[in-house]
């Protein structure tokens, strides 16, 4: 069942870095074609963040205040393992408050 | 472009891979620890990694095989995520020397990640076989090795460390978002018609029985396609 999932995943990943190299000699030239795929990465993460970043902790106030220490590291461009580990600790740190009080 | 120069050295790729390989394996390491925390085994993360090379196609997977999805919704997302690397592809395809014949391009396009590309593409002339199989060497193992890392460790985290690890993925994908958010009005501008979609898929009756997969494809196209539209790429600093 998963091997047929990674099967799934690992062959519709494959091809499309595989197709274009190998089929296609001639660059691009619709504008619309190359900014549609130029926006999508930020379109996928954006809609696959919000809002299911609230419900991904057991509290939401945990998940808000992750949020909210992951939004200030990228906006100061820390890097990605920055953003998740400052994330992971506020949602650690404020489910411990949560429990004490 | 014509220039008869290219650069064709294993050892040149092979160090230029370096840094490339030491970003990968922090990120593989959250995939291994997430993907175990999902409830695969330390295999099935290691097998995901070395047959898929992707960051946020690997999440977004192991996503889907926790929420049970169709494979439908597996290819789509995969497709809508990874499509990209077509782009990618298509553009390195123009970069390659003589070396390239259909064998290499065959193995060498497995290698095409953000990164690698990247780098590839910023070379002054063609690139060679030896050249690119030297660049994907290190990342390749670093992107495997995280992984097994971090896979192995997550076995032995307390319950109360995977709760809070359970953000990590999404504080990832805001760190990879935001940064061109800043510098670019238009980027900002679809993933705020992304997100809002998102949204009022989630929460509108009816609307909200469309499983996550597909709720993220349809967001995706409409505002990829809006910004397209709008904001068509020579506007876009690159």
């Known amino acids: ?101 | 472009m014509e220039t008869e120069k290219s650069i064709n050295s294993y050892k040149k790729g092979f160090i230029d891979g370096i840094p490339i390989g030491l970003g990968y394996f922090s990120v593989s390491f959250t995939f291994g620890m997430m993907a175990v925390n999902t409830g695969l085994t330390v295999p099935t993360a290691l097998l995901i990694s070395m047959t898929n090379l992707t960051s946020a196609g690997q999440f977004a997977g192991i996503g889907l095989i926790a929420a049970g999805a169709t494979y439908i919704e597996m290819i789509l997302t995969q497709l809508v995520i990874n499509l990209r690397y077509a782009l990618m592809s298509l553009s390195l395809s123009q970069k390659t020397d003589r070396t390239f014949n259909f064998l290499h391009r065959l193995f060498i396009s497995f290698g095409i990640t953000d990164e690698i590309f990247a780098v590839a593409s910023s070379q002054p002339c063609e690139v060679g076989i030896r050249y690119m199989y030297g660049l994907i060497t290190i990342p390749y193992v670093g992107w495997a090795f995280g992984t097994f890392i971090g896979a192995a460790f997550c076995t032995i985290l307390p319950d109360t460390l995977r709760s809070a690890l359970s953000i990590a993925i999404y504080a990832m994908f805001i760190a990879i978002i935001i940064p061109p958010a800043k510098k670019s009005r238009p980027v900002l501008n679809v993933i705020i018609i992304s997100v809002a979609l998102s949204c009022l898929i989630r929460y509108t009756p009816l609307l909200n029985k469309i499983s996550g997969g597909f709720a993220i494809i349809i967001c995706a196209f409409v505002a990829a396609a809006i910004g397209a539209k709008i904001h068509p790429v020579e506007d876009v600093k690159k």
């Open chain 1, 1 to 101: 069942m998963i091997i047929k999932y990674i099967f799934v995943m690992a062959i519709v990943t494959y091809l499309i870095r595989m197709l274009p190299m190998v089929l296609f000699k001639k660059r691009i030239e619709n504008t619309f074609v190359k900014s549609f795929l130029y926006y999508v990465p930020f379109a996928v993460l954006g809609a696959m963040t919000i809002p299911y970043i609230f419900s991904s902790t057991s509290s939401i106030y945990s998940a808000i205040a992750g949020t909210i220490a992951a939004i200030i590291l990228s906006f100061k461009e820390k890097g990605l393992l920055a953003s998740a580990i400052s994330a992971c600790v506020t949602v650690y740190a404020v489910e411990w408050f949560l429990r004490v009080i």
